[in-house]
């Protein structure tokens, strides 16, 4: 055995306790969530689904659910747009720079998200949009749409660019073409990025928490302010149904498409 097969097991080895490590907070959480005490214990004393009970009956908690949901969902159906249009664009040298517009594309993936939050605030106070739905719309579709970028044109750039060529020489227009050809063969970068980019809305705190006006708030955020009033189980809860329904989304993606080619 050489020395390359030997090393084989530690690094099998190392990548699953890092694995395990990363997974031990998650693990707690869920944990917690079936504690019977109206604190967090770990190990659980006793188990019961009472803490869920109270989360799905808070109206609180449901409205933060149903904001944070649509919020997600508008994001992510206007970042696949305009992050294809950008990405198709930018693949194609279709604009001048491309390298730059890439960079700028990817700019508040390099941000703190806090930055981009206390930016954002600023600029909304001026010109009124702040504690706006739709000023809070535009800002998730700003920090969602790199990752429709992103995963986009590492799609595009495994598409041969002579089949939408020979699309348009058997008589498709340019439209026809993409709709029917190139659009296909991206759509597992599009799904991955658009899963991302929901996650990343669905989740989001740092900008949100600067946006939001006194009678909105996201399930990201309540969870956050719930936490600054003490912490019990029913917090525990609700983060585990998000847990449980974010590895959900995951597994049906990968079945579906095996996105993490385009990641």
């Not at 930018?90 to 930055?115: K, Y």
Request: proline share 6%.
């Amino acid at each position: 055995m050489n020395l390359e097969n030997r090393k084989m097991p530690l690094l099998a080895a190392a990548a699953i306790a890092v694995v395990v490590f990363l997974q031990v907070p998650v693990l707690v959480v869920m944990l917690a969530a079936f504690s019977k005490t109206a604190y967090l214990t770990i190990p659980p004393r006793g188990l019961t689904f009472h803490w869920f009970d109270v989360v799905l009956r808070d109206p609180e908690y449901l409205s933060a659910a149903w904001t944070s949901v649509w919020l997600a969902g508008a994001s992510t159906a206007a970042a696949l747009v305009l992050g294809l249009i950008a990405a198709y664009a930018i693949h194609r040298r279709m604009l001048p720079g491309a390298t730059a517009l890439t960079s700028l594309f990817m700019a508040p993936l390099i941000l703190p998200s806090v930055v981009l939050g206390v930016a954002l605030l600023q600029y909304y106070t001026l010109t009124g949009l702040r504690g706006s739905p739709f000023g809070l719309w535009i800002a998730h579709v700003v920090i969602t749409v790199p990752y429709v970028v992103r995963a986009s044109l590492s799609s595009l750039a495994a598409v041969d660019e002579s089949l939408e060529d020979a699309a348009r020489v058997l008589g498709a227009d340019g439209l026809t073409s993409f709709r029917l050809v190139t659009l296909p063969l991206v759509k597992p970068g599009l799904v991955a990025g658009g899963l991302f980019a929901f996650i990343t809305s669905l989740d989001n705190v740092p900008v949100s928490v600067f946006l939001l006006s006194a009678s909105q708030t996201t399930l990201p955020v309540k969870i956050f302010t719930s936490v600054e009033q003490g912490v019990d189980p029913s917090v525990a809860a609700v983060s585990t149904l998000l847990i449980v329904a974010t590895g959900i989304a995951l597994l049906l993606a990968e079945r579906w498409t095996g996105f993490h080619k385009h990641v």
